[in-house]
């Protein structure tokens, strides 16, 4: 194999590992509903 070649699979697996390891880390957060009071004085503005 030459060189180049041994360097472009590296830089490959590099990549697709980073990729794997990204996509197994996204542990979204959920929504978190938050009601708030809202004066009746400011909505007769």
């Known amino acids: 194999m030459s060189r180049p ?3 472009l699979i590296v830089i ?10 990204l996509a197994g880390r996204s542990h979204e957060k959920p929504l978190t509903h938050v009601e708030k009071v809202v004066p ?4 007769s503005n």
């Open 5 to 7: 070649l041994i360097v």
């Open 12 to 21: 490959l697996v590099v990549v697709i590992g980073g990729l794997f390891v």
């Open 40 to 43: 009746l004085a400011n909505l």
